[in-house]
Every structure is written in C-alpha cells, then in structure tokens.
C-alpha cells in the first residue's frame, strides 16, 4: 500500500507567467501558498522568490453608506512571508528588492474604503435589487468584480475559503455632508468607484483595451436621504474608447496615437454594449476640442458611433473648450438643454419610508474629455446639482423655480462635495488635484484657481514623465495584469557612463533656469556694455543647448520598461 504523499509535493494545477526583459516568474494559482519560479532568459537558471503580505493598518471613519460604517485605509505595510531570502544569492536579492519598491509604491494607493456590513462597490439601486440568497452570501461574493480593488490579492484567500478575512476593497472617493432646508435635514452622499479593468496612470494608462475597458473608467453616484427616502443618481466617466495613446516624450502634451483604427468600431461596441447590460440607455457626451489632436480623436469617436447609436445609446459631442472658453463654465445650460430629454426620461432610483422602490434609473450619462477629469468634473457636478434640484422637486422640498443657489449653506456644501470628489479622483489617475477645481468649488473662476491650475499642470507633466512609469508598474503588479512586453528602446536606458548616467530631469531643468536667469541678466545691461550683448547670446545657447539634448535624450528620463496591461 502506498503511503500518502506529502501535500507540499503535490504539482501545482494552475499557474500565471509573468515576463521580464531578463526573467520569466511561474506563479502558482491554485492556493497552494508556494513561491514563485523566477527563471533567467538569459541562462536558464531557476530559483524561487518569496510572496508579501499587504495590511491595512491604520483607518478612519468618514462616514456611512446606507445606514453602515465606512472607513477609509489610512496605512498600509507590506511584509515579506519568505525568511530564506535572507540566504538567497545577490541576483536574487536584487530582484526581490525591485518587487519591494514596487510594492512600497502600492503603500501609497489613496482612496481606498471599505466598509464590514455592506457591499459599497453596489450603488443603491443595485444592493436593493439584490436576492434574498445573495444578500446571505460574503460580502466578497456580492461585490461588483469591476470595483474591488484588492480582487486579485484575495485569490489565494479565496482557494482557501477563508471567507471571514475577505475584506473587499474599493478605490475612488467617499464624501457627504448634511444640511437644513427649512425644518428639513437632507443628508447628501457622493461616491466613486474606481474600475480595476484598465486602471492606471495619466499618460501610461489611454484609451480602450481590445476587449472595450478603458481607462480612468470610475462610476460617481450621489445619494441623498430626507424623511426616509433614499434617491440614488448614478454617472461615468471613461476614457475615449478607441485604442490610443500618448507617449511621454518630455513634450508638454504628447502626440496622440491612435492604433488599429480598423478594430475602433468592434471597440466601441463592445464598450457600450457592457454599458447597456449594467446601466441601460446610455447617452455619451464627448467634450473634447473639434480640432487639433483631440479633434482627431473626436471624428474617429464620432465615426465609431455610428456604428452602435441607436435607441438605447446615443452620442453627443459638445465643445467645451470652445463654448465655455477657460471662465464661461456657466455656459453648460446649452449642454444641459440638448440632453434634458434623456436626463428626465431615464430618472434616478428612489425608496420610499419602507424600503420599498418607487423609481428606478433607466440609463446613464456617460462622460469623457481626454483625462476624464476637469472638464468632465464640472459636467458631472452641473449633471448632479440639476438632479438634486430635481429629486428635491419631486419630493415637496422645492417648489417649481426653488434652486440650490437659494440656500446658501446647502448651496456652498455642495458645492465643496463635488470639488472634493473630483480631487480625488484626479490625484489618482494624475497625480493632482483637478483642475478648474475653483468653479466647482466657489461657482465661478478666481486667479488663485487659475494659478492653481498653472501649477497642477507642470506637476501633472513631471510626474507623468518622470514618476508615473514606476508607479504603473505597481498597479499592474497589484492587479496580477501579465507583464507581456517591454515597450520603450531599453539600450539608452541601460548604458551607463557619459551624460546619461548622471542626467537627471531636476538637473537639467535647472541648468535651463540658470540659463534664462542670465540671459535676462546679461540683455538688461546690454545698454551700458556691449559685451553683455555677446554674454546674453551665449548664456541663451547654453539654455537651447540643454533643452536640446534633454528633448534627444527624453528617453533616459522616461523611456522606461514598462508592465503592459492585460486581461487575465
């Protein structure tokens, strides 16, 4: 009789490949708890590489969610589960070390939430339309797989149906605020919810992927509760579904690439088609310039849908740049007037006193500029406020010209709401707050604002050259997206000795500075010395020269190996 083997020894019956410019790692993924396989492409050789526990150990409260706590992640540590690492060789060490800076990265992700009682990647509507049988099951189980976060990090606690430990994870933004309308108190909540799909930085993360996820793709929903009613209005935003991109070159603003435009209307579709199976009608409002570099996007977006509009999907482009300029924001009105149809048509969810549904939401407003921030922000805020002001209507709190504007403590709280909630969702995805912030947070453009938006937007080009690369690689490792390829000229970046082994963006810049400021020094005296005439040439070809050769050499800075995303 044979003696039953060892359970360590068994073979592992799932497994993912991971591909590196200079190794391949074999992770197993069938909860067998084992340590990945790193194998050398360059001469086979094999070794094993420990795994890392990420803890949530700090939160705070801020707030509640149909009647349940929420919290947001304040801290998070990562902890090695593999001592032997001690012992390993230098190669290995060295490649443990870079899977470590990764995930002190991931340390940092903000705005995460998680709540112990309800299912928060649910809005309103949908947790109410849950079964009997499925509100039973683990908050894990319930959750939507495109807004949890940490759903490729609890595999392994799920192989093991270790259910109790399976605390679902959302990213976005969690806000609400209370305010007196007369003797009545309306509680007012806004959330966002991060989708996993195609998630990612500015610049490293555009467009659609074959399958129709985009990027920066985030589902807002504002809830209000008055005398026992609870009304929910949902909203998208998502990047322009076609598959393009913008390679960080050390240029401001990037050329936009479209790829295989031939495959844009099969992308389109599929995008919208998923729209429709969770939300239902869907009215997509495009805001981008009709010229230029986002003019081109705009006709190859336009041109797709004429492949999927039809009743249930409608496209809309609205030049926001061009009818509101940089101060006229006020001129949305115009949007709101060509969409009011849609907008009344397909309502919001409403639940009376006894839980019981009066309204439902029929479609969703769907809305894109190039980022997906600023300017979609204060759409998506001008969207809300008529929405509030509406249920608001329906429920005998206004009267027929009643406005949030009427009341200015209930109108300044909102206001802060949606500024907030599109600062969050900005940093994320650019690492800023958003910008024209100011309108959305006072009703009108101030200089502070503009100044702001000046600064937000030369942060927003240093960190997309310079910063975003290493932290989309942490993304993509913390959402278990294969590695399929290296897609940046890696012999630049490798080579080490002369100019590029010492270049650095914050020197360059720099010497530019340095540069100008004499230059300008050198041209205010010209008028007393001749010479500082030949100074101020000279002074302003060493600047030239700089920028020169960091524009040719934009590749030390940021071409990078970069994780390419893709679906598991």
């Known amino acids: 009789m044979m003696e039953k083997g060892d359970s360590s020894q068994k073979l592992y019956k799932r497994m993912r490949l991971w591909e590196f410019p200079d190794q391949y790692v074999v992770e197993p993924t069938d909860g067998s708890s084992g340590s990945c396989l790193e194998i050398s492409r360059v001469d086979g050789s094999m070794k094993l590489i420990g795994s890392y526990l990420l803890v949530i150990t700090d939160r705070e409260s801020v707030g509640s969610y149909m009647g349940h706590p929420i919290f947001k992640v304040s801290s998070m540590k990562v902890f090695p589960c593999d001592h032997s ?20 990265v991931a340390e940092k992700t903000p705005g995460l939430y998680f709540s112990y009682d309800v299912n928060i990647t649910l809005s309103a509507q949908r947790l109410h339309d849950l079964g009997d049988e499925s509100k039973l099951l683990p908050l894990w189980r319930q959750a939507d797989p495109r807004f949890l976060w940490n759903n490729y990090m609890m595999e392994l606690l799920i192989d093991h149906k270790l259910d109790p430990f ?3 994870v959302v990213q976005g933004s969690f806000h ?60 998208v935003r998502g990047s322009i579904p076609l598959l393009w991109d913008q390679i960080v070159d050390l240029t401001y603003k990037p050329k936009f690439e479209i790829v295989r435009l031939e495959e844009a209307p099969r992308v389109a579709e599929r995008h919208f088609l998923d729209l429709r199976k969770k939300y239902g009608n869907v009215l997509s409002v495009d805001l981008v310039n009709k010229h230029g570099g986002e003019g081109r996007l ?41 969409i009011e149809d849609f907008f009344i048509k397909n309502r919001y969810s409403l639940l009376n006193e006894k839980g019981e549904k ?17 300017r979609t922000n204060v759409t998506q805020s001008m969207l809300g406020r008529r929405m509030l002001e509406f249920q608001l209507r329906r429920l005998g709190i206004f009267d027929a010209e009643e406005t949030i504007s009427t009341h200015p403590n209930l109108d300044e709280s909102f206001k802060i709401l949606w500024a907030n909630h599109g600062d969050d969702i900005s940093i994320q995805y650019s690492g800023t707050p958003a910008l024209k912030g100011d309108f959305v947070r006072y009703g009108k453009r101030t200089v502070q604002g503009i100044v702001n938006d000046g600064c937000n937007a030369l942060m927003r080009y240093y960190l997309n050259n310079f910063v975003d690369g290493t932290k989309q690689d942490a993304i993509d490792l913390m959402q278990g997206h294969y590695i399929m390829s290296v897609s940046r000229d890696m012999t630049a970046s490798s080579q080490k000795g002369g100019i590029e082994a010492i270049a650095s963006f914050p020197l360059a810049l720099g010497l530019i500075l340095t540069g100008l400021f004499f230059t300008t020094l050198s041209l205010g005296r010209v008028r007393n010395d001749v010479w500082n005439l030949l100074f101020s040439l000279v002074w302003a070809s060493i600047s030239l020269a700089i920028a020169a050769l960091v524009k ?7 071409n990078r190996p970069r994780l390419h995303q893709s679906r598991r």
């Open 85 to 104: 690492l001690k012992n390993t060789p230098v190669e290995q060490k060295k490649m443990e070390a870079e899977f470590s800076a990764l995930l002190n």
């Open 166 to 168: 399976l605390l679902p």
């Open 176 to 235: 609400n605020f209370q305010a007196a309308i007369g003797k009545d108190i309306v509680d007012v909540t806004l959330i966002a919810r991060r989708c996993n799909r195609r998630t990612g930085t500015r610049m490293w993360r555009r467009g659609a992927d074959t399958d129709g996820f985009v990027a920066n793709f985030v589902e807002s929903e504002q809830i209000i509760q008055l005398n026992g009613f609870t009304a929910s209005f949902v909203q």
């Open 298 to 338: 705009n006709e190859k977006f336009a041109n797709a849908m004429q492949h999927v509009a039809g009743d249930d999907v409608r496209y809309l482009h609205f030049d926001f740049h061009h009818i509101c300029g940089h101060v006229h924001f006020e001129r949305l009105s115009i949007l709101y007037d060509q």
């Open 358 to 374: 009066v309204e439902v939401q029929l479609g969703v407003v769907r809305t894109n500029c190039i980022d997906c921030l600023d």
């Open 552 to 558: 040719a050499n934009g590749r030390v800075f940021c």
